[in-house]
């Protein structure tokens, strides 16, 4: 059972459910818009990436929050995706992140593009 991210009920009065796909989307943007110590029972859970939105801009930054996201998708859905993947821009507020990730259940590659900051229409 797939339930949907954030929590909700269908017409018919039950827990929402996902596909698989939309699922391991929903999972991993928690982990990249999670701060690692937001989460009571798991401290370590999330990867943090709301807090370099404003820090200042380099290749090295950037080569940096790579390896934390690919990190923490490994330590928290290794049983469910395999990352093949992860690009990282910064420009101004606006911080751009592509995942490359294999579904293991089903063999099936997929690339995800997340979007944090900047201004909102």
């Known amino acids: 059972m797939n339930v949907r991210y954030s929590y909700g009920f269908d017409t018919s009065g039950h827990t929402a459910q996902a596909s ?39 290749d ?14 490994q330590q928290w859905l290794s049983d469910v995706i395999q990352v093949n993947a992860v690009y990282v821009a910064a420009e101004e507020a606006t911080l751009q992140i592509t995942v490359i990730y294999t579904i293991l259940q089903s063999q099936q590659q997929e690339t995800q593009q997340f979007v944090y900051g900047g201004a909102t229409a």
């Open 60 to 73: 090295a930054l950037a080569g940096a929050q790579q390896k934390l996201i690919q990190a923490s998708l």
């Open 20 to 58: 698989l796909s939309d699922h391991i989307f929903q999972m991993i943007e928690q982990i990249l818009f999670t701060a690692p110590g937001e989460r009571v029972n798991l401290p370590t859970f999330g990867c943090g990436v709301n807090q370099l939105v404003f820090a200042p801009n380099s």
